[in-house]
């Protein structure tokens, strides 16, 4: 008997049909003798719903009743998931964040898990009933409210609920068949990715890979928790995200490829900060400045310095753009730079594979295939794993393209493309 | 400063610019100098959505899930709520059922309160804050689940937050400008009251008086809690339901008036089980089967006896009807009855008037008044400051209207009726 967390997206409950498919396949998992836990997020754009009536009714609604009113929708979907099973003559519960043990701490709409205490989960399972959890909420024990954990919460509650409960394998359903060499919509030859580091699967997440949130890949890692990205809609066999040093969960001998998979996103901007004086510390400066408007800066050039002076480029969020560029701006005199710009026309693309270890000649082979097609690096980064380079945004897909072919990730054939966006 | 609880039901935060202009109502309660605690339903039909995707998804919904779903739809009202109070720079704070420390048995769909510790509750009004707590909804110690209270359920738990917060005034805000002599819709010269004792507005609420449940009055008598019906709409007073033991509450000295209200409805069946061994206890067996039904009996009428065999009918709510027919039908060798038969065409019609029990003659009045508009009289039931009667379906109307003139009840200019039930 093994314990396996199931989690639901928000488009495999979006209506009483696919509540009733998704409850279907629970009850085969449980009848194949396993025990099962789910998690579940809201019904379909039931959360946007929630945040347009908010927003009409105030123009900047308070956290703590934000995160009170978006609990509602796992709410609904997570009682209609239960009641659908138990219809089918299989015992279910469902359990809200609170219920299920899922402790944050009290920040509202990002809140950070602090500690999983499963006991209602774990007593569901004993008398042999299915436990459903709403996914993307907890509960603080310091402010005694409910909170929520943002981006990518519901993958990160079932990684969590997984590890807690030491489960066998936390399965996450989603609308595309598993994670690909690289995104199947914009290169067809992309091929689904049967077995796949969390090294590497971390990696592929930080770098734009949409199918798995980074949060839950690193809580996995951190954890041990054995990942499978699966279709909701197919019963094929998905992704499997392991650990190496534990083995393949189905004991399967898997070569280290050299590149596993490529990324790619253009959320980012750069910004230039130009004529810094290139003395020692100044660098310091400008990124102390940066690092208090909570932006994440990802890669980081610094030009060689002429006369005295040198430009410093770095990337963060899109979205985070204008305020980095103010926060600089209110600090010029005391930095002392001269031009300040932003060019949000980039687009980032990383190339991933734990063989790069041992492999030598993977950067040469990259940027040469880039030349070849005359794409243009403007900035590079590499971990021990990962080299990520930065082009214009409107060479990006074709740059994927060509990665894709120079390290002979292509498929024979071109993979099934579902409609929505693999969230 | 006087603490007032204020609940607003389901038509009154039905969409953002209802919420808005309930929000506006309870920031000007609390800046005139109150504590507020609000008690609010889910937003418009969304109970009934909730209801159908339940139905969408299972035959017969489970009761603990079916509780977990529709618990969401006071969420989702006091949460947006709370926030648009917020956004008007007032403090606010949602609560729960269970974070209000509204206590029940586990009885999923009709739970009943048992406690009431509404130590939050407190502490937000101790921070200046106004408290919103979610109506309908409790938690189950014994379970340790979620439960709500069925019908009525939201004017309860006002009832019940005022009574354990010693609160000066429950305030219930409705789509009618309070309780009238009579339904409005039927009698258009009916007059509003503007003071009724809790008794009175017992027996009313019993008898089929829609602006106050049952429960939630006698839950307001036994506690001591003095209600205020008012309208939503308009800022005008409504009516004050008080115990005349302790005084109204605005020390205005109200004469007892004979008759206070009629109240009618359609929604009894009155059942005839004919040919009945006039034998001792027979009736008690019979009753004892149909108490077995949970259906709620009101009056009960036995013929003079012929030949040994005697006729009884009762009436009970038309939705059990047919479950009290079968329940007998399964034991007529047992009872030995002859006839059994059941009329759906009736309507109940009573006067309700504390005044009753110091005056003579108003029964007779009311006979009277029924036999000159050619109005036939089927049954008869009487409390202390009631009297009811069954008459048929079709004449409900007219007969209510002749009693409200019998009775002086009649206004001199008829009175506003706005959209909507009265709930």
Known sequence: MALIVQKFGGSSVADAESIQRVARRIVETHEAGNEVVVVVSAMGDSTDELLDLASECTASPAPRELDMLL????????????????????????????????ITTPDHGSAKIVDVTPGRVREALDKGAVAIVAGFQGFSRDSRDITTLGRGGSDTTAVALAAALNADVCEIYTDVDGVFTTDPRMVPLARKIDSITAEEMLELAASGAKVLHLRAVEYARRHGVVLHVRSSFTGEEGTIVYDPAKGHPKGVQVEESVITGIAAEKSEAKITVGGVPDVPGKAAQIFEVVAKTDA???????????????????????????RVLAALEAEREALGFGRLKM??????????????????????????????????????????????VVTRADRMEEAVRVLHT??????????TVYAGTGR
């Open 71 to 102: 609990t509602a929708g796992e709410r609904i979907s997570m009682a209609l998931l239960a009641m659908t099973i138990k219809g089918m003559d299989v015992d279910a519960f469902s359990f809200t964040g609170s219920q299920a043990g899922m």
């Open 296 to 322: 994440n800066i990802d890669i980081i050039v610094q030009n060689i310095s002429e006369e005295g002076r040198t430009d410093i480029s770095f990337t963060v969020p899109v979205t985070d753009g204008e």
């Open 343 to 388: 060019d949000d026309q980039i687009a980032k693309i990383a190339v991933v594979g734990a063989g790069m270890r041992t492999s030598t000649g993977v950067s040469a082979q990259l940027f040469r295939a880039l030349y070849d097609a005359g794409i243009n690096i403007e900035m590079i980064s590499t971990s021990e794993i990962r080299i990520s």
């Open 406 to 415: 120079a390290f002979g990730l292509d498929a024979e054939d071109e993979a």
